[in-house]
């Protein structure tokens, strides 16, 4: 079994910042990618940005120079820096690895439950 719990979301004011945590935890063997994506309402899901295990990042256009990616690889650990926050960027936040092995070798897709980030303007 593999979790990812993520923490952080609140409510904030346009301009300011917030950081999100997401760890994952469990029969954990290798993690390759993490990443974010959000959900506003009635809209799709979108992804927002990604790191791979080299530390390498990519990003939305809509994110790009006001969002940071970072991981902690010791502590299976991704960290969303987010900055100059928009009331666009309310959405729901999900945590995302989309290829963790697990101990007894096997390769799956796992996601966060989510957690709300509200910017007021």
């Known amino acids: 079994q593999v979790q990812l719990v993520e923490s952080g979301g609140g409510l904030v004011q346009a301009g300011g910042s917030l950081r999100l945590s997401c760890t994952a935890s469990?029969?954990?063997?290798?993690?390759?990618?993490m990443g974010w994506y959000r959900q506003a309402p009635g809209k799709r899901r979108e992804w927002v940005t990604t790191?791979?295990?080299?530390?390498?990042?990519n990003y939305a256009d809509s994110v790009k120079g006001r969002f940071t990616i970072s991981r902690d690889n010791a502590r299976n650990t991704v960290y969303l820096q987010m900055t100059s926050l928009k009331p666009e960027d309310t959405a729901v936040y999900y945590c995302?690895?989309?290829?963790?092995?697990?101990?007894?070798?096997?390769?799956?897709?796992?996601w966060g439950q989510g957690t709300q980030v509200t910017v007021s303007s």
């Open positions: 469990g029969n954990i063997f290798s993690i390759n990618a």
């Open positions: 995302n690895a989309p290829w963790v092995v697990t101990t007894i070798g096997r390769g799956s897709e796992y």
């Open positions: 790191i791979s295990s080299d530390g390498s990042t």
